[in-house]
T-cell receptor, first 113, second 112 residues
Framework: DTEVTQTPKHLVMGMTNKKSLKCEQH?????MYWYKQKAKKPPELMFV???????INESVPSRFSPECPNSSLLNLHLHALQPEDSALYLC????????????FGNGTRLTVT | GEDVEQSLFLSVREGDSSVINCTYT??????LYWYKQEPGAGLQLLTY?????DMKQDQRLTVLLNKKDKHLSLRIADTQTGDSAIYFC????????????FGGGTRLMVKP
């Protein structure tokens, strides 16, 4: 069982919908991450939060909006997505120190219709 | 930037050893990781090695690091059908905090 919990497991949304992905960890980690993974590809970094502040945005389109309400929670708000945004969205967390391994959740499988 | 390469596919028989290889380009890579991904699941951290180590063993898993050749390998002893998955090598380096550069993944198929 993973110690990073993501909800929902699956999400189908239309291009005009607004939805949110949620991630929670209780390992005391102060760094949290969003990754996007397309089929048969490695994960691609989207955002990094360190001590609840956005530290890295990998040039992600504004239709993806991250939020870190507290040290245990990470959200990804979705609006006006495109079919090519369909993917597995993975949340991860780590200690803030350099080299600390990332622990991943099981992801949310997103389908945009 | 860092580039991490892996072979695409490996097939072994149950009970044999599996060796999954990875090469990286940035000699300042400080931590190297192996993750396992089963179908429909997230990435499971298997093991990791610091760049000042040559080898790390953890039960059936052995990681070997050749810094001169920038080559990392993961050996799985007594491979089981439950080991069938995609294995990702990843590297991070000093000036990138915990940002990972992933290889493309190696699909391991274990035949009974």
């Amino acid at each position: 069982d993973t110690e990073v919990t993501q909800t929902p497991k699956h999400l189908v949304m239309g291009m005009t919908n607004k939805k949110s992905l949620k991630c929670e960890q209780h390992m005391g980690h102060r760094a949290m991450y969003w990754y996007k993974q397309k089929a048969k590809k490695p994960p691609e970094l989207m955002f990094v939060y360190s001590y609840e502040k956005l530290s890295i945005n990998e040039s992600v389109p504004s239709r993806f909006s991250p939020e870190c309400p507290n040290s245990s929670l990470l959200n990804l708000h979705l609006h006006a997505l495109q079919p090519e945004d369909s993917a597995l969205y993975l949340c991860a967390s780590s200690s803030a120190g350099g080299g600390s391994p990332l622990h991943f959740g099981n992801g949310t499988r997103l389908t945009v219709t | 930037g860092e580039d991490v390469e892996q072979s695409l596919f490996l097939s072994v028989r149950e009970g044999d050893s599996s060796v999954i290889n990875c090469t990286y380009t940035d000699s300042s890579s400080t931590y190297l990781y192996w993750y396992k991904q089963e179908p429909g699941a997230g990435l499971q951290l298997l093991t990791y090695i610091f760049s000042n180590m040559d080898m790390k063993q953890d039960q059936r898993l052995t990681v070997l690091l050749n810094k001169k050749d920038k080559h990392l390998s993961l050996r799985i002893a007594d491979t089981q059908t439950g080991d069938s998955a995609i294995y990702f090598c990843a590297a991070t380096y000093n000036n990138a905090g915990n940002m990972l550069t992933f290889g493309g993944g190696t699909r391991l198929m274990v035949k009974p």
